[in-house]
């Protein structure tokens, strides 16, 4: 059965103005869920969602932070980064020696 063009054209409207939320929204949607003051209901028709879109995110949400605090995730600076700053960190203190004793020397002098 093939969709009239009228039905392809409300069905691409539709995909297009398709609410997108920040992830600063989501977290704040998900916390107004758990802190129970609304129903689920309530909430959702508050923020234009599905119910099944609110557990969804909430359910990754818990998800994250479950991995965050049991240290499964993966940091945002590399080993190899790490590795790159501390050398660089350790020339830095070095001219910085270098220059402290030329200072006392010359002071001296």
């Known amino acids: 059965m093939s969709m009239s063009n009228t039905e392809k054209y409300v069905k691409d409207i539709r ?22 003051e609304y129903s689920m209901a309530e909430l959702c028709r508050r923020e ?12 990754e949400f818990l998800e994250a932070g479950k991995k965050r605090l049991s240290g499964d995730t993966v940091r945002e600076a590399s080993s190899d980064k790490v590795v790159d700053l501390k050398k660089e960190n350790n020339d830095l203190k070095q001219v910085v020696a270098e220059l402290y004793s030329r200072n006392n020397w010359l002071k001296k002098v």
């Open 15 to 36: 995909r297009n103005t398709r609410r997108k939320f920040s992830s600063e929204e989501k977290i704040r949607i998900v916390l107004d869920g758990l802190r129970g």
């Open 48 to 59: 234009g969602i599905n119910a099944n879109l609110y557990y969804r995110g909430s359910k």
